[in-house]
T-cell receptor, first 116, second 110 residues
Framework: GAVVSQHPSRVICKSGTSVKIECRSLDFQATTMFWYRQFPKQSLMLMATSNEGSKATYEQGVEKDKFLINHASLTLSTLTVTSAHPEDSSFYIC????????????FGQGTRLTVV | RKEVEQDPGPFNVPEGATVAFNCTYS??????FFWYRQDCRKEPKLLMS???SGNEDGRFTAQLNRASQYISLLIRDSKLSDSATYLCVVNKPGYSTLTFGKGTMLLVSP
């Protein structure tokens, strides 16, 4: 299957700093990537849809100025958590679908962010 | 009604047992349905797609009932390695996104 690589897998940062998470599609081009967040024992919640060459579409309740998304190429999308706070500690996962329609989503390995 | 709703867990079963998970979805226009498996602290991985006619993959059988907006996953002859959280996933009509259920945790014990 297609491969989506996410980096870093784990990060600990101080409150107030920013953290960048990268998501790469290794063997296919992804015009659209998705960013999810998962708190312990909760479901994956879609944060935003990242579109190559255009602005991301954010879900209701997700602050676009806090979670900056850049999708500068067909194989790379980045999520930057700005001015991180302890409540931002979570498991962030990206995914991509090879094409629109009824196809499975491939997920990155996830990034466990801990803000201290 | 939640977009995707699953049985609450966890399900604790002995090895060799048969276990069934249920899932309901709210949007009748949904067209794509999946079961994903997520191990603790890992990313979700596709277990199987769910087709209208029902489909089977080894010990796993998925069924779809469009009239009732209901999806099921049956696991036969449970193995210890089946212990994980099973996510019911449905596409969001008109969008390229997927909606995930909260997941049902399965614990298979010796």
């Amino acid at each position: 299957g297609a491969v989506v690589s996410q980096h870093p897998s784990r990060v600990i940062c101080k409150s107030g700093t920013s953290v960048k998470i990268e998501c790469r599609s290794l063997d296919f081009q992804a015009t659209t990537m998705f960013w999810y967040r998962q708190f312990p024992k909760q479901s994956l919640m879609l944060m935003a849809t990242s579109n190559e060459g255009s602005k991301a579409t954010y879900e209701q309740g997700v602050e676009k100025d806090k979670f900056l998304i850049n999708h500068a190429s067909l194989t790379l999308s980045t999520l930057t958590v700005t001015s991180a706070h302890p409540e931002d500690s979570s498991f962030y996962i990206c995914s991509a679908r090879i094409r629109q329609g009824n196809t499975e989503a491939f997920f990155g390995q996830g990034t466990r962010l801990t803000v201290v | 009604r939640k977009e995707v709703e699953q049985d609450p867990g966890p399900f604790n079963v002995p090895e060799g047992a048969t276990v069934a998970f249920n899932c309901t979805y709210s949007n009748s226009a949904s067209q794509s349905f999946f079961w994903y498996r997520q191990d603790c602290r890992k990313e979700p991985k596709l277990l199987m797609s769910v087709y209208s006619s029902g489909n089977e993959d080894g010990r796993f059988t998925a069924q779809l009932n469009r009239a009732s907006q209901y999806i099921s996953l049956l696991i036969r002859d449970s193995k210890l390695s089946d212990s994980a959280t099973y996510l019911c996933v449905v596409n969001k009509p008109g969008y390229s996104t997927l909606t995930f259920g909260k997941g049902t945790m399965l614990l298979v014990s010796p």
